[in-house]
Protein backbone atom coordinates (compact mmCIF):
# COMPACT_ATOMS: atom_id res chain seq x y z
CA UNK A 1 0.00 0.00 0.00
CA UNK A 2 2.85 2.12 0.59
CA UNK A 3 3.61 2.56 -3.18
CA UNK A 4 -0.25 3.63 -4.08
CA UNK A 5 -0.06 6.15 -1.14
CA UNK A 6 3.01 7.95 -2.66
CA UNK A 7 1.78 7.60 -6.24
CA UNK A 8 -1.16 9.27 -5.21
CA UNK A 9 0.34 11.78 -3.34
CA UNK A 10 2.61 12.56 -5.84
CA UNK A 11 -0.43 12.84 -8.03
CA UNK A 12 -2.19 15.41 -5.28
CA UNK A 13 0.49 17.84 -5.14
CA UNK A 14 1.80 17.36 -8.92
CA UNK A 15 4.72 16.66 -8.94
CA UNK A 16 4.23 13.05 -10.90
CA UNK A 17 5.60 12.83 -13.82
CA UNK A 18 3.70 11.30 -16.99
CA UNK A 19 5.70 7.93 -16.94
CA UNK A 20 4.55 7.78 -12.82
CA UNK A 21 1.20 8.74 -14.60
CA UNK A 22 1.13 5.85 -16.66
CA UNK A 23 2.64 3.92 -13.97
CA UNK A 24 -0.31 4.51 -12.04
CA UNK A 25 -3.04 3.65 -14.88
CA UNK A 26 -1.61 0.18 -15.19
CA UNK A 27 -1.26 -0.37 -12.04
CA UNK A 28 -4.56 0.99 -11.01
CA UNK A 29 -5.87 -2.01 -13.74
CA UNK A 30 -4.05 -4.84 -12.37
CA UNK A 31 -4.08 -4.17 -9.08
CA UNK A 32 -7.41 -2.83 -7.93
CA UNK A 33 -8.43 -6.05 -6.16
CA UNK A 34 -5.65 -6.18 -3.99
CA UNK A 35 -6.07 -2.59 -3.07
CA UNK A 36 -9.16 -2.04 -2.27
CA UNK A 37 -8.78 -5.21 -0.13
CA UNK A 38 -5.64 -3.18 1.93
CA UNK A 39 -7.98 -0.29 2.19
CA UNK A 40 -10.73 -2.41 3.47
CA UNK A 41 -8.71 -3.91 5.99
CA UNK A 42 -7.46 -0.42 6.99
CA UNK A 43 -11.34 1.04 7.77
CA UNK A 44 -12.19 -1.73 9.49
CA UNK A 45 -8.85 -1.15 11.72
CA UNK A 46 -10.07 2.82 11.79
CA UNK A 47 -12.92 2.33 12.51
CA UNK A 48 -12.32 0.78 15.76
CA UNK A 49 -10.90 3.68 16.59
CA UNK A 50 -12.56 6.92 15.30
CA UNK A 51 -13.51 9.98 16.42
CA UNK A 52 -16.70 11.72 15.99
CA UNK A 53 -18.85 10.64 13.08
CA UNK A 54 -18.45 12.55 10.58
CA UNK A 55 -22.42 13.38 9.55
CA UNK A 56 -23.63 13.18 6.20
CA UNK A 57 -24.12 16.98 5.01
CA UNK A 58 -20.44 17.51 5.95
CA UNK A 59 -19.35 14.35 3.94
CA UNK A 60 -21.13 15.86 1.13
CA UNK A 61 -19.66 19.13 0.91
CA UNK A 62 -16.20 17.65 1.57
CA UNK A 63 -16.70 15.99 -1.57
CA UNK A 64 -18.56 18.03 -3.34
CA UNK A 65 -15.16 20.20 -2.62
CA UNK A 66 -12.71 18.52 -4.16
CA UNK A 67 -14.84 17.95 -7.10
CA UNK A 68 -15.05 21.24 -7.49
CA UNK A 69 -11.29 21.52 -6.80
CA UNK A 70 -10.79 18.89 -9.87
CA UNK A 71 -13.58 19.73 -12.01
CA UNK A 72 -14.85 16.59 -12.17
CA UNK A 73 -17.96 15.48 -13.49
CA UNK A 74 -19.90 12.50 -12.38
CA UNK A 75 -23.25 10.78 -13.01
CA UNK A 76 -25.54 11.13 -9.89
CA UNK A 77 -25.31 8.12 -7.91
CA UNK A 78 -26.90 6.95 -4.40
CA UNK A 79 -23.92 6.78 -1.92
CA UNK A 80 -24.16 4.93 1.76
CA UNK A 81 -21.66 7.02 3.33
CA UNK A 82 -18.99 5.88 5.70
CA UNK A 83 -19.06 7.21 9.42
CA UNK A 84 -15.58 8.08 9.73
CA UNK A 85 -13.54 10.98 9.11
CA UNK A 86 -10.82 8.70 7.41
CA UNK A 87 -12.99 6.50 5.46
CA UNK A 88 -14.44 9.69 3.80
CA UNK A 89 -11.21 11.87 3.18
CA UNK A 90 -9.29 9.09 2.14
CA UNK A 91 -12.11 7.28 -0.21
CA UNK A 92 -13.32 10.62 -1.60
CA UNK A 93 -9.64 11.39 -2.54
CA UNK A 94 -8.55 8.48 -3.65
CA UNK A 95 -11.62 8.12 -6.16
CA UNK A 96 -11.74 11.72 -7.03
CA UNK A 97 -8.02 12.10 -7.64
CA UNK A 98 -7.31 8.82 -9.85
CA UNK A 99 -10.92 9.32 -11.47
CA UNK A 100 -9.68 13.38 -12.43
CA UNK A 101 -6.06 11.51 -13.31
CA UNK A 102 -7.77 9.13 -15.52
CA UNK A 103 -10.37 11.44 -17.17
CA UNK A 104 -8.33 14.44 -18.18
CA UNK A 105 -4.36 13.39 -18.05
CA UNK A 106 -3.86 9.72 -19.59
CA UNK A 107 -7.68 8.22 -20.89
CA UNK A 108 -10.70 7.15 -18.70
CA UNK A 109 -11.86 3.97 -16.97
CA UNK A 110 -15.15 3.68 -16.28
CA UNK A 111 -17.22 0.61 -14.61
CA UNK A 112 -20.78 -0.36 -15.19
CA UNK A 113 -23.00 -3.40 -13.79
CA UNK A 114 -25.64 -3.63 -16.42
CA UNK A 115 -27.10 -6.96 -14.24
CA UNK A 116 -27.11 -9.19 -10.89
CA UNK A 117 -24.41 -11.42 -11.30
CA UNK A 118 -22.74 -9.95 -14.70
CA UNK A 119 -19.31 -9.01 -14.87
CA UNK A 120 -18.45 -5.23 -14.44
CA UNK A 121 -17.33 -3.68 -17.97
CA UNK A 122 -14.20 -1.73 -18.21
CA UNK A 123 -12.82 0.92 -20.36
CA UNK A 124 -9.65 2.68 -20.90
CA UNK A 125 -9.99 5.48 -23.21
CA UNK A 126 -7.55 7.70 -24.53
CA UNK A 127 -8.66 11.70 -24.78
CA UNK A 128 -5.20 13.17 -25.50
CA UNK A 129 -2.71 13.82 -28.39
CA UNK A 130 -0.13 11.18 -27.12
CA UNK A 131 -0.51 7.45 -27.36
CA UNK A 132 -1.46 5.48 -24.28
CA UNK A 133 0.61 2.40 -23.06
CA UNK A 134 -0.92 0.30 -20.41
CA UNK A 135 -0.80 -3.26 -19.69
CA UNK A 136 -3.54 -5.84 -18.80
CA UNK A 137 -3.67 -8.20 -16.20
CA UNK A 138 -2.15 -11.03 -18.26
CA UNK A 139 0.78 -9.06 -18.99
CA UNK A 140 -0.22 -8.16 -22.78
CA UNK A 141 0.82 -4.41 -23.43
CA UNK A 142 -1.67 -2.29 -25.33
CA UNK A 143 -0.57 1.12 -27.13
CA UNK A 144 -3.73 3.09 -27.49
CA UNK A 145 -3.60 5.78 -29.99
CA UNK A 146 -5.03 9.39 -29.19
CA UNK A 147 -9.50 8.99 -29.20
CA UNK A 148 -9.61 5.90 -29.18
CA UNK A 149 -11.02 3.27 -26.38
CA UNK A 150 -10.71 -0.54 -25.08
CA UNK A 151 -13.59 -2.15 -23.74
CA UNK A 152 -13.20 -5.44 -21.57
CA UNK A 153 -14.48 -7.18 -18.24
CA UNK A 154 -13.14 -7.07 -14.90
CA UNK A 155 -12.79 -11.19 -15.13
CA UNK A 156 -10.57 -11.00 -18.23
CA UNK A 157 -7.79 -13.70 -17.67
CA UNK A 158 -9.71 -15.85 -15.66
CA UNK A 159 -11.92 -17.92 -18.35
CA UNK A 160 -11.05 -15.57 -21.65
CA UNK A 161 -9.08 -12.73 -23.14
CA UNK A 162 -11.42 -10.69 -24.93
CA UNK A 163 -11.71 -6.67 -25.51
CA UNK A 164 -13.63 -4.44 -27.92
CA UNK A 165 -11.48 -1.72 -29.82
CA UNK A 166 -12.87 1.85 -31.03
CA UNK A 167 -10.17 3.51 -32.97
CA UNK A 168 -6.58 2.30 -33.29
CA UNK A 169 -4.20 0.18 -30.88
CA UNK A 170 -1.12 -1.70 -31.37
CA UNK A 171 -1.58 -5.28 -29.03
CA UNK A 172 1.79 -7.01 -27.95
CA UNK A 173 0.08 -10.27 -26.50
CA UNK A 174 1.66 -12.65 -24.28
CA UNK A 175 1.84 -16.01 -25.25
CA UNK A 176 -1.35 -18.57 -23.43
CA UNK A 177 -2.25 -21.59 -25.14
CA UNK A 178 -5.70 -22.18 -23.20
CA UNK A 179 -7.03 -18.46 -23.39
CA UNK A 180 -6.62 -17.20 -27.40
CA UNK A 181 -6.04 -12.96 -27.53
CA UNK A 182 -9.81 -12.21 -29.05
CA UNK A 183 -10.06 -8.29 -29.89
CA UNK A 184 -13.41 -7.38 -32.05
CA UNK A 185 -13.88 -4.03 -33.61
CA UNK A 186 -16.07 -2.83 -36.28
CA UNK A 187 -18.08 -6.51 -35.91
CA UNK A 188 -14.62 -8.32 -36.88
CA UNK A 189 -12.51 -10.92 -34.45
CA UNK A 190 -8.85 -11.14 -34.77
CA UNK A 191 -7.59 -13.81 -32.55
CA UNK A 192 -4.23 -14.72 -31.50
CA UNK A 193 -2.11 -16.78 -29.20
CA UNK A 194 1.21 -14.83 -28.51
CA UNK A 195 1.78 -12.14 -31.11
CA UNK A 196 1.86 -7.95 -31.94
CA UNK A 197 -0.57 -6.64 -34.19
CA UNK A 198 -2.01 -3.23 -34.66
CA UNK A 199 -6.08 -2.53 -35.70
CA UNK A 200 -7.35 0.54 -37.29
CA UNK A 201 -11.43 1.54 -36.87
CA UNK A 202 -10.82 5.41 -37.48
CA UNK A 203 -12.19 5.91 -40.63
CA UNK A 204 -16.08 5.16 -40.57
CA UNK A 205 -16.85 1.62 -42.42
CA UNK A 206 -13.57 0.96 -42.23
CA UNK A 207 -11.20 -2.03 -40.65
CA UNK A 208 -7.34 -2.70 -41.22
CA UNK A 209 -5.77 -5.04 -38.95
CA UNK A 210 -1.89 -5.56 -39.40
CA UNK A 211 0.38 -8.49 -38.37
CA UNK A 212 3.58 -7.80 -37.31
CA UNK A 213 4.73 -10.66 -35.84
CA UNK A 214 3.07 -14.44 -35.11
CA UNK A 215 -0.12 -15.44 -36.48
CA UNK A 216 -3.21 -14.32 -36.59
CA UNK A 217 -6.95 -15.01 -38.04
CA UNK A 218 -9.28 -12.21 -38.70
CA UNK A 219 -13.41 -13.39 -39.03
CA UNK A 220 -16.74 -11.92 -39.67
CA UNK A 221 -19.37 -12.17 -37.24
CA UNK A 222 -23.57 -11.15 -37.58
CA UNK A 223 -22.63 -7.38 -36.74
CA UNK A 224 -20.25 -7.38 -39.78
CA UNK A 225 -20.78 -5.37 -42.96
CA UNK A 226 -19.51 -7.63 -45.21
CA UNK A 227 -18.96 -11.55 -44.88
CA UNK A 228 -15.73 -12.66 -45.35
CA UNK A 229 -14.25 -16.13 -45.21
CA UNK A 230 -11.66 -16.70 -42.22
CA UNK A 231 -8.26 -14.65 -43.12
CA UNK A 232 -4.99 -15.86 -41.86
CA UNK A 233 -2.42 -13.24 -41.61
CA UNK A 234 1.91 -13.94 -41.15
CA UNK A 235 3.50 -11.46 -40.14
CA UNK A 236 3.52 -8.28 -42.62
CA UNK A 237 0.32 -8.99 -43.90
CA UNK A 238 -2.43 -6.79 -43.48
CA UNK A 239 -6.46 -7.18 -44.15
CA UNK A 240 -8.32 -4.06 -45.62
CA UNK A 241 -12.27 -4.08 -44.84
CA UNK A 242 -14.30 -1.31 -46.60
CA UNK A 243 -17.95 -2.21 -45.49
CA UNK A 244 -19.25 0.83 -46.94
CA UNK A 245 -18.33 -0.53 -50.73
CA UNK A 246 -18.21 -4.08 -49.28
CA UNK A 247 -14.75 -4.60 -50.41
CA UNK A 248 -12.17 -7.19 -48.74
CA UNK A 249 -8.44 -6.78 -49.63
CA UNK A 250 -5.44 -8.94 -48.08
CA UNK A 251 -2.31 -7.52 -48.65
CA UNK A 252 0.87 -9.93 -48.32
CA UNK A 253 4.54 -9.25 -47.68
CA UNK A 254 5.87 -10.27 -50.80
CA UNK A 255 8.54 -13.14 -50.36
CA UNK A 256 12.25 -12.63 -50.33
CA UNK A 257 13.65 -14.08 -53.13
CA UNK A 258 15.15 -17.83 -53.07
CA UNK A 259 18.74 -18.54 -53.20
CA UNK A 260 19.48 -20.91 -56.76
CA UNK A 261 18.83 -24.61 -54.84
CA UNK A 262 22.15 -26.91 -53.90
CA UNK A 263 22.61 -29.88 -55.99
CA UNK A 264 22.80 -31.48 -52.41
CA UNK A 265 20.32 -31.06 -49.34
CA UNK A 266 21.04 -29.89 -46.11
CA UNK A 267 19.28 -32.74 -43.72
CA UNK A 268 17.03 -31.21 -40.81
CA UNK A 269 17.02 -32.85 -37.47
CA UNK A 270 13.75 -34.83 -37.03
CA UNK A 271 12.28 -32.61 -34.40
CA UNK A 272 13.13 -28.77 -34.57
CA UNK A 273 14.11 -28.36 -31.13
CA UNK A 274 16.08 -25.24 -29.35
CA UNK A 275 18.13 -25.42 -26.55
CA UNK A 276 15.98 -25.71 -23.75
CA UNK A 277 13.78 -28.83 -25.91
CA UNK A 278 10.87 -27.24 -26.97
CA UNK A 279 9.63 -27.64 -30.46
CA UNK A 280 9.49 -24.15 -32.88
CA UNK A 281 7.88 -23.81 -36.01
CA UNK A 282 8.25 -21.10 -38.23
CA UNK A 283 5.56 -20.61 -41.39
CA UNK A 284 6.04 -24.80 -41.16
CA UNK A 285 3.95 -26.71 -43.70
CA UNK A 286 1.25 -28.22 -41.77
CA UNK A 287 2.09 -31.86 -42.50
CA UNK A 288 5.25 -31.52 -41.27
CA UNK A 289 4.02 -29.64 -38.25
CA UNK A 290 1.49 -32.84 -37.43
CA UNK A 291 4.49 -35.35 -38.19
CA UNK A 292 7.12 -33.18 -35.03
CA UNK A 293 4.05 -33.22 -32.35
CA UNK A 294 2.79 -37.06 -33.24
CA UNK A 295 7.10 -37.92 -32.95
CA UNK A 296 7.45 -36.30 -29.97
CA UNK A 297 4.12 -37.73 -28.30
CA UNK A 298 4.80 -41.08 -29.20
CA UNK A 299 1.50 -40.88 -31.23
CA UNK A 300 -0.48 -41.53 -34.95
CA UNK A 301 -2.02 -38.23 -36.16
CA UNK A 302 -4.08 -39.26 -39.37
CA UNK A 303 -5.46 -36.07 -41.64
CA UNK A 304 -8.70 -37.38 -43.40
CA UNK A 305 -10.94 -35.50 -45.96
CA UNK A 306 -8.88 -32.88 -45.52
CA UNK A 307 -5.80 -30.66 -47.70
CA UNK A 308 -3.13 -29.43 -45.61
CA UNK A 309 -1.49 -27.78 -48.71
CA UNK A 310 -0.63 -24.25 -48.50
CA UNK A 311 -1.56 -24.69 -44.54
CA UNK A 312 1.57 -23.92 -42.10
CA UNK A 313 2.06 -23.13 -38.64
CA UNK A 314 4.43 -20.74 -36.50
CA UNK A 315 4.68 -21.28 -32.74
CA UNK A 316 6.46 -22.72 -30.67
CA UNK A 317 5.64 -25.71 -27.86
CA UNK A 318 7.06 -25.68 -24.22
CA UNK A 319 7.58 -29.23 -23.26
CA UNK A 320 5.16 -29.15 -20.55
CA UNK A 321 2.94 -28.72 -23.04
CA UNK A 322 0.45 -31.65 -23.35
CA UNK A 323 -0.56 -33.26 -26.61
CA UNK A 324 -4.15 -31.44 -26.33
CA UNK A 325 -2.96 -28.12 -25.92
CA UNK A 326 -0.50 -28.64 -28.86
CA UNK A 327 -3.31 -30.02 -31.48
CA UNK A 328 -5.64 -27.12 -29.81
CA UNK A 329 -3.42 -24.67 -31.08
CA UNK A 330 -2.42 -25.30 -34.36
CA UNK A 331 -6.17 -26.81 -35.18
CA UNK A 332 -8.02 -23.42 -33.80
CA UNK A 333 -5.03 -21.17 -35.59
CA UNK A 334 -5.45 -23.58 -38.95
CA UNK A 335 -9.44 -23.46 -38.58
CA UNK A 336 -8.97 -27.43 -38.08
CA UNK A 337 -10.68 -29.82 -35.29
CA UNK A 338 -9.11 -33.06 -33.61
CA UNK A 339 -10.84 -36.32 -32.34
CA UNK A 340 -9.27 -39.18 -30.54
CA UNK A 341 -10.53 -42.93 -32.28
CA UNK A 342 -8.50 -46.26 -30.99
CA UNK A 343 -5.62 -44.86 -29.80
CA UNK A 344 -4.91 -42.20 -32.57
CA UNK A 345 -5.88 -38.84 -33.37
CA UNK A 346 -8.02 -37.92 -36.56
CA UNK A 347 -7.89 -34.44 -38.04
CA UNK A 348 -10.16 -32.91 -40.45
CA UNK A 349 -11.45 -29.59 -41.51
CA UNK A 350 -14.04 -27.72 -39.35
CA UNK A 351 -17.38 -27.79 -40.80
CA UNK A 352 -19.47 -24.81 -41.15
CA UNK A 353 -21.04 -24.11 -37.75
CA UNK A 354 -18.49 -26.29 -35.66
CA UNK A 355 -17.14 -24.21 -33.23
Known amino acids: MDSIRKAIAAFWNGTATKNEQQQLLSDLITRHKEWRSALAEEFDDTANH ?16 IHTRLDVRREPVHIQWWKTKWAVAATAILSCAVSWYLLNVTGQVKESTPGYAEAVMRQVSNPGSDTLHFKMPDGSSISLSP ?91 EVQINGIEGAVAVKRKPKAAQAPKSPIKALRPAVPLDTTGALQFEQTPLAAVFDHVAARMKTTIVVTKTDLKGLSFTGSFELTDSLEVMLSVICQMNDLVHEYQDGQVIIRKKQTGTQ
Open 50 to 65: ADAPLGEQKSAELLQH
Open 147 to 237: SSTVSYTDDYGLTARALTLEGEAKFTVVRDTALPFVVSANGYTTTALGTAFVIDTRQTGKTLVRLLTGKVVVRSTKASLVAMEDTFLLPGD
